[in-house]
DNA sequence: GTTATTAATGAAAATGATTGTCATTATGAT
DNA sequence: ATCATAATGACAATCATTTTCATTAATAAC
């Protein structure tokens, strides 16, 4: 598969190790639209690999979030939720229904924020001496189903 | 103080009771630039008000932000921050530093931002039926001390 | 392929933030 | 002043996440 291959190079060479939990990790993130905790991660996983730790889950989010292969995501729920960072994809955002929890991830407009953002960006390091790594955006409100 | 006649008036007539925890956290949070978590608002009250309970803070904060009277936010610490919610200034938004944690608040480019989101809020609720309440829109990257 | 090095793992304990319980106290209405 | 009950503080419980440590597995050297 033409993805495993992508991030098995991403491990090449590095003091990393390419393991079955990081591919099973990938694998599950790059193939669903939801946005996962990690015990939901755990218990999909188990099914298919017994035996597995949560521990690890938790380690390998960690990491594969430090190297941008997957993205943690904070809702306010007090847990984080993951979600595969695809690299050619644009970036996206997320429309959040505060009654039942659903994420909808959306990129429309990106055209018109990149401009706005990149304007800020540069405001913002002219102003506040701040360099801007990331930005996130997200709607806050009720879903079809709950308005 | 003006704030407090306006604070007490937001109970008068509701279920809650305008109590002295509740005065002394807006008190708190009014005057401080800081975005402060639940224990370091503990810390600080409880210089003042000996013998205060930590989980009257969190009772309390959750309230105050279910009012509407305290923003919470969730920078990704593990762990909420409060703010006080002025209710005549425009919103902020966050530039936050993934080095040291600071939070800068910052309101520039606000009347774009806010003829930008008002037109994405209308294409979200043609497009997905979505009504949007709020929204989020932070920066992360070094502040002018560790870039 | 065998071996050696050491990163990665699973189990369990530890931690840290937040929430729940319950007896006591304080607020606001009468 | 009295009453009904919301709010409180102490403490236990819960939940997500991290740490510890003995064992296993991935990689590089032979
Ligand atoms: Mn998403
Ligand atoms: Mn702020
Ligand atoms: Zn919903
Ligand atoms: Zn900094």
């Known amino acids: 598969m033409v993805l495993a ?3 098995r190079h991403r491990f090449k060479g590095d003091v990393f190790r ?12 790059s193939s669903t639209l939801k946005h996962m905790s990690a015990q939901e ?4 996983l188990l099914k298919s690999y017994p035996g ?3 521990s690890t889950i938790y380690r390998n989010l960690d990491l594969l979030s430090r190297m941008g292969l ?12 993951y979600e595969y960072r695809s690299s050619e994809e644009k970036a996206h955002h997320h429309l959040i229904c505060t009654n039942c929890g659903k994420i909808i991830d959306y990129s429309d407009f990106l055209d018109e924020e990149l ?3 990149g ?11 701040f360099i801007v790594k ?4 997200d709607f806050c409100g009720l879903c079809k189903d709950c308005r």
Chains 1, 2 share one sequence.
Do not use: C, F, P, Q
Request: glycine content about 6%.
């Open 5 to 7: 291959h992508m991030w």
């Open 18 to 29: 390419w393991t079955l939990t990081r591919k099973a990790i990938l694998d599950l993130l």
């Open 41 to 44: 991660i755990y218990d999909t």
């Open 52 to 54: 597995i730790g949560l």
């Open 70 to 81: 997957v993205n943690r995501l904070n809702i306010g729920e007090g847990k984080s939720r």
């Open 115 to 117: 401009d706005l953002v």
């Open 119 to 129: 304007k800020i960006e540069k405001k913002l390091a002219r102003k506040y001496n």
């Open 134 to 137: 990331d930005h996130n955006i």
